[in-house]
């Protein structure tokens, strides 16, 4: 798929950063000269430098303008999600490209490790995420995505549509909207269809990561599994204390 012209942007931008043309400190140009420089809209600029800032790279400040506040990495995407809009943020700048879709029954084994019912049967749609700023993209993790069969048309949608979450789509099919996602992380091996796409050694070290998917009414409509190699995933998390009395 075409990559959109404000991906393109910012990985320009990203490029620029990592060489050391704008280095940590500077200011980025203007909108303005960035839009006339790469010949796109102020807008398409503005959505560029948006991924620059959730990747941490740049900061904004009205009446300042965008500076730089961390080099750009070249070791490896690190994903850094902690709410349901940094999912839908991730889908947005990383696509998706559909490896296999299928209908699958769970046995004794998967069940456990998904924490679902044996025997119960989910549309299985296997895909691999690639971050669009490399160039070429690369690889970040695979994932598969066990969906209620009663959404088993959405997989058409799921092709369509590589940079919307299937969540999305499904809130935009069925009206299921998701209230609450779930995550575990754990270390495991690399199994060997995700070693294959990522570039790593079947058996490596990698981190596993299953969400649960729940709808307003608490049911679980969707459970995904992903991998991801070793270093190529940064969970950030932050915790408030709300009780209004001293820590002991």
């Given amino acids: 798929m075409a990559e959109a012209r404000y991906q393109r942007v910012a990985r320009a931008l990203i490029g620029a950063i990592r060489d050391g043309r704008y280095p940590v400190g500077s200011l980025l140009p203007a909108e303005v000269a960035l839009a006339q420089h790469h010949g796109v809209s102020?807008?398409?600029v503005r959505k560029a430098i948006e991924q620059?800032?959730?990747q941490h790279l740049v900061t904004?400040?009205?009446g300042i303008g965008t500076r730089v506040q961390a080099p750009a990495q070249s070791s490896g995407y690190r994903q850094q999600l902690s709410s349901i809009d940094d999912l839908v943020q991730f889908g947005e700048t990383h696509l998706r490209r559909v490896e296999r879709i299928d209908s699958q029954v769970i046995d004794i084994?998967?069940?456990?490790?998904?924490?679902c019912l044996p025997g119960s049967r989910w549309l299985c749609i296997a895909t691999q995420r690639l971050d669009m700023s490399e160039?070429?993209?690369q690889p970040v993790?695979?994932?598969?995505?066990?969906i209620d069969p009663a959404h088993s048309d959405i997989g058409e949608q799921v092709r369509r549509e590589p940079d919307t979450l299937i969540c999305v789509l499904i809130e935009r099919s069925y009206g299921r909207r998701t209230l609450t996602v779930n995550q575990n992380a754990s270390a495991t091996e690399m199994p060997v269809d995700a070693a294959a796409i990522l570039g790593v050694p079947a058996g490596s070290p990698c981190l596993r990561v299953i969400r649960h998917y729940l709808d307003e009414l608490d049911?679980?409509?969707m459970i995904t599994r992903t991998y991801h190699a070793s270093e190529r995933y940064k969970l950030r998390s932050t915790l408030r204390h709300t009780v209004n009395e001293p820590l002991s």
Wanted: aromatic content about 10%; charged content about 30%.
């Fill in 109 to 115: 084994a998967t069940a456990e490790e998904l924490d």
């Fill in 141 to 146: 993790c695979w994932t598969d995505n066990f």
């Fill in 60 to 62: 904004r400040r009205a």
């Fill in 135 to 137: 160039q070429p993209p």
């Fill in 52 to 54: 620059l800032h959730q």
């Fill in 219 to 221: 049911d679980v409509f």
């Fill in 42 to 44: 102020r807008q398409t």
